[in-house]
Structure formats: structure tokens, C-alpha cells
């Protein structure tokens, strides 16, 4: 199955278990992989055929300005739902890093896969 897409987006939220953490945003890091045939699309040249990676980018600005949970996990489970949800994503991968986390290390997250992954001939 072909995949979209969005790396490094980087967005800003209010995440943390300390409460410290609640009264400030910080910067999330995601990299995503979105299932899809992108040959309708390719062969109309047509993006309303698509997963249009512009649109999705915005959505999880959006999504992080609207939400502050404790946890890497809780943004990372609520936000792969919200966006199958919205745009019938059927299987994706995403990774959620909270750079400068734990000082010593690059940065720190988690990496969920959610869904089924829809089979083609491609991929046997
Ligand atoms: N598995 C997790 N561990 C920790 C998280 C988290 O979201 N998931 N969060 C924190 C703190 O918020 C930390 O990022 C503050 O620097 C600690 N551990």
C-alpha cells in the first residue's frame, strides 16, 4: 500500500504531567505515514483524490491548540483517532518526539500504528 507522507512537523501544545507543564505550550515533533492508493489521484492528477497532506498538517496544528493532555501517549492515541476519524485513514504510523524532554537525550515520544493496513498486490 503506497503511503503519505509528513515528517518533522513540529507543532505547539500544552503536554506534561507536571504542573509546571500546564501553564506553558512546548514543541511536539511528528512524523506520520498514511496508508492510501495514491493511484486514483496520480492517474486523475487530481487532488480530491488524495490525502491531502497540506490539509492534514493543518488539522493537527489545530488539533494541538485545541488540546492539552499529560501525556506523549494520550496526544499521540487521540490524535491518530481523530484523523482516521476525519479522513478515513485506514492505517497509519505515528511517531510523537518532545524534544528537549529528558536533557540528555535528543528527544523522547512515542511511535503508535493504528488500523488495518490494506493490502495489494504490490506489497506480496
Ligand atoms: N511515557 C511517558 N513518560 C513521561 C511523560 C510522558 O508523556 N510519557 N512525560 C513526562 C514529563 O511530562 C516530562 O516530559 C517533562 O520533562 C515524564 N515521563
Given at each position: 500500500m503506497d503511503?503519505?507522507?509528513i515528517e518533522a512537523l513540529d507543532v505547539e501544545t500544552t503536554i506534561g504531567v507536571y504542573e509546571w507543564e500546564r501553564?506553558?505550550?512546548q514543541r511536539l515533533r511528528l512524523d506520520?505515514?498514511?496508508a492510501t492508493d495514491i493511484r486514483p489521484a496520480a492517474a486523475a492528477d487530481d487532488i480530491g483524490l488524495t490525502l491531502d497532506y497540506a490539509?492534514?498538517?493543518?488539522r493537527i496544528h489545530a488539533f494541538a491548540a485545541e488540546h492539552a493532555f499529560a501525556l506523549v501517549e494520550t496526544f499521540a492515541e487521540r490524535l491518530a483517532a481523530c484523523l482516521r476519524e476525519e479522513h478515513g485513514i485506514a492505517w497509519l504510523r505515528l511517531t510523537v518526539r518532545k524534544p528537549g524532554?529528558?536533557?540528555?537525550?535528543a528527544a523522547v515520544?512515542?511511535?503508535i500504528t493504528r488500523g488495518?493496513?490494506?493490502?495489494?498486490?504490490?506489497?506480496?
Open positions: 503511503r503519505i507522507l501553564t506553558i505550550t506520520l505515514e498514511l490539509a492534514i498538517s493543518q524532554a529528558v536533557a540528555s537525550a515520544g512515542v511511535t488495518t493496513p490494506p493490502s495489494s498486490e504490490e506489497d506480496r
